[in-house]
């Protein structure tokens, strides 16, 4: 579940208590 500006499979950083988009990891 990530923005649909990210490419799939790009490595990102998510807060996984809410789900939000932290920025790239």
Known sequence: ???LFIKEGET???DTRTGAY???A
């Open 1 to 3: 579940n990530v923005p």
């Open 12 to 14: 990102i950083k998510i």
């Open 22 to 24: 932290m920025g790239r």
